[in-house]
Structures are given as structure tokens and as C-alpha cells.
């Protein structure tokens, strides 16, 4: 049984870059949330998907984008990337509330 | 705006002592608490969930909730080196789908 699995692993990108970061959840589970967790502090929601919508949203501006597929896998995007963007962005599949698994993360690096 | 707080320590027990981690919350009405290791480089993986006020033990773990104190805390016995991790306290946020994490505390086993 696949847990839930990140692509990629790490990324370096440059300030104003575009990163899209994927997630495919749990097998069987079917919401995606996806966490910011910057260098010594705790995951920081940013939104959830269910049922291809985002059903709920972190206090992140709109340069977060996200979206959710017919397979229940997922995509992070943001925009005109900053510096305060470098962060481990974290999935989390669920099939009910509160019963959240995550994922191995994306260790984003913006230079 | 629901808060959670944790000494970032870090905290460093002796191998095989009991480990003691702490946090309190802002929201009064919080029903349920969860507790999750994350190795260094890693992500959170969930120890346990705690509910009910009072104990609740599983293995060498503890959690323990007071309500009208509003702390959590958790405890591991016997701790061993492989327990140095950071530790994150983390409740449902007000929708209940989705997490608010303090910190975490960071702990550090000596053998």
C-alpha cells in the first residue's frame, strides 16, 4: 500500500520563478491538504482539496495556487517566488478529518 | 485566531529517563490534540491523538490532556537516542479538517 509520495524532492529556483510541486495521496484516501514549514517552526496550512475544489485556504496570498485531478493527486503552483518562500512544502492525504498522513516533502530552495 | 504553543527547547534527557513535553493552547473550546515526531530532514509522522481529558497511554508514550488548564503534554519513558526528534503539538483548526501546529520542541537523548 503506497503512501502518500512528493515529486520532487528538492527544487532550487530564483526569485520571480514559477514551481508547480506534486503529490499523489494515500491510497483510498481522497482530500489532499497541503503545509508550509519553514526552517524551525511548525507546518503552516496553506489549503485543502476535495472533490476537485479547494475546500478550505490558509492565510497565504494568491500566489498560492493549487489544484486537484480526477485521481484525487494534487499540484501546488506559486508565483513570482520570494525569498520567504524557501520552506519544506508538506501533503497530507486524509480520508476523514483529522487522520492526516504526509508525505516525504519538497524541500524548496528559492536563490 | 486558534494558537499553540511549545517550548522550542531544546530539551535533552539522559538515556532511559522520562522525557517530559509540553504545550498549551488559546482556544478553550480545542476538543482534541494530536502529537507527531519529525526527524530532522523529515516529515511529521503521527505518535498519537489524545481526546478525553485525562491519560492516555500507548507503548512508551503518554499523552496527557487538562482541559481546564488548557495544556497537553506528552511522555515518553524510557527514552531512548532514537527518540531525538522534534516533537509538534497540533490541533484540529476551527473548521476541524485541518491542523494548527505550535513549533515543536526539540529533543535531544543522550546515551
Known amino acids: 500500500d503506497a503512501g502518500v509520495t512528493q515529486s520532487p524532492t528538492h527544487l532550487i529556483k530564483t526569485r520571480g520563478q514559477q514551481v508547480t510541486l506534486r503529490c499523489s495521496p494515500k491510497?483510498?484516501?481522497?482530500?489532499v491538504s497541503w503545509y508550509q514549514q519553514a526552517l524551525g517552526q511548525g507546518p503552516q496550512f496553506i489549503f485543502q482539496?476535495?472533490?476537485?475544489?479547494?475546500?478550505q485556504r490558509g492565510n497565504f496570498p494568491d500566489r498560492f495556487s493549487g489544484h486537484q485531478f480526477p485521481n484525487y493527486s494534487s499540484e501546488l503552483n506559486v508565483n513570482a517566488l520570494l525569498l520567504g518562500d524557501s520552506a519544506l512544502y508538506l501533503c497530507?492525504?486524509?480520508?476523514?478529518?483529522?487522520?492526516?498522513?504526509f508525505g516525504p516533502g519538497t524541500r524548496l530552495t528559492v536563490l | 485566531q486558534k494558537e499553540v504553543e511549545q517550548n522550542s527547547g531544546p530539551l535533552s534527557v539522559p538515556e532511559g529517563a522520562i522525557a517530559s513535553l509540553n504545550c498549551t493552547y488559546s482556544?478553550?473550546?480545542?476538543?482534541?490534540f494530536f502529537w507527531y515526531r519529525q526527524y530532522s530532514g523529515k516529515s511529521p509522522e503521527l505518535i498519537m491523538f489524545?481526546?478525553?481529558?485525562g491519560d492516555k497511554e500507548d507503548g512508551r508514550f503518554t499523552a496527557q490532556l487538562n482541559k481546564a488548564s488548557q495544556y497537553v503534554s506528552l511522555l515518553i519513558r524510557d527514552s531512548q537516542p532514537s527518540d531525538s526528534a522534534t516533537y509538534l503539538c497540533?490541533?484540529?483548526?476551527?473548521?476541524?479538517?485541518?491542523?494548527?501546529f505550535g513549533p515543536g520542541t526539540r529533543l535531544s537523548v543522550l546515551p
Open positions: 491510497s483510498g484516501h481522497d482530500t
Open positions: 482539496y476535495y472533490e476537485e475544489e479547494e475546500r
Open positions: 489524545i481526546y478525553s481529558n
Open positions: 482556544d478553550r473550546g480545542s476538543q482534541s
Open positions: 497530507a492525504s486524509s480520508l476523514v478529518s483529522n487522520e492526516q498522513f
Open positions: 497540533a490541533a484540529p483548526d476551527n473548521y476541524g479538517q485541518n491542523f494548527v
